[in-house]
C-alpha cells in the first residue's frame, strides 16, 4: 500500500496576520483578569432610619426635584406684591409743623421678583416701583386746608434703597399756590424715611424665603 505523504507546511504569517493574532491574544488574557478582579456590582437596597440623619446634615436650597442645588429660578411675584402693599399700609402718619399726612393706600405696585439658586448657594433681587396715595391737612391762609395726591416712588432695586427718591404728585393743584406746593412737597419728602424702612424690612424677609 502506497503511504499518504506528509501535509503540506502552512504558509509563513505575513507581519499584519501576526501583529492581529498578538492583539486577540492580548485582549482575552486582560478581559480574563478583568472579570477575576472585579468587584461585585452594587445591590440596591431601601433606606432606612439609619440614613436620614446623613441626608439632613447635607441640605439642599433646592426645590424637592432639584436636590443638587443645580440652576434653579423661582417667580416671587405675588409674594412681594402682596407684601409691599402691606408693608406700605403701615407706613403711618406724620406731624410737620403746618400739618400732617399719612399713607391712604397704594395705587400702583408693579416689578419682579425672584431668587436664582446656582450650585447650592441662593440669590435674591427685585424691581419695583410703587405710587402710594396720600392724605393730609395744612394751614394755609389761616385756615385748615386737606390735601390729597400720590408719593411717586421709582423704580429701585435690591440694594439700592440709600438713593431711594420720592416725587410728589398733587390731585389738585388749582387750589394751591406755588410756595404752597413747595412747602408741602418738603413735608411729604420726610416720608422717605418710614418707607426705606418698611422696604429695608421687606428685603430682608426676601432673602430668608
Not at 45 to 55: G, H, S, V, Y
Not at 131 to 143: A, D, Q
Amino acid at each position: 500500500m502506497e503511504e499518504m505523504g506528509a501535509s503540506a507546511p502552512a504558509a509563513p504569517l505575513t507581519a499584519g496576520e501576526a501583529e492581529e493574532n498578538k492583539k486577540a491574544a492580548s485582549y482575552r488574557y486582560w478581559v480574563r483578569e478583568k472579570k477575576e478582579d472585579a468587584a461585585p456590582a452594587p445591590v440596591p437596597r431601601r433606606l432606612d432610619a439609619n440614613d436620614m440623619p446623613k441626608l439632613q446634615n447635607n441640605p439642599s436650597l433646592g426645590s424637592a426635584w432639584n436636590q443638587a442645588g443645580t440652576w434653579e429660578e423661582k417667580n416671587l411675584n405675588s409674594w412681594a406684591s402682596n407684601r409691599l402693599k402691606e408693608l406700605m399700609g403701615t407706613v403711618g402718619s406724620l406731624e410737620f409743623s403746618g400739618g400732617n399726612a399719612c399713607i391712604d393706600g397704594v395705587s400702583n405696585c408693579s416689578g419682579d421678583a425672584f431668587s436664582v439658586t446656582v450650585r447650592n448657594k441662593k440669590k435674591v433681587n427685585y424691581n419695583y416701583e410703587l405710587s402710594l396715595k396720600f392724605k393730609g391737612e395744612w394751614s394755609i391762609k389761616e385756615e385748615n386746608k386737606t390735601v390729597k395726591g400720590h408719593l411717586e416712588i421709582p423704580e429701585f432695586s435690591f440694594g439700592e434703597l440709600d438713593d431711594l427718591q420720592v416725587d410728589i404728585r398733587f390731585s389738585d393743584e388749582k387750589s394751591l399756590t406755588m410756595d404752597d406746593k413747595m412747602r408741602i412737597r418738603k413735608d411729604m419728602k420726610t416720608f422717605i424715611s418710614p418707607i426705606r424702612e418698611k422696604l429695608q424690612l421687606f428685603e430682608q424677609e426676601l432673602k430668608d424665603r
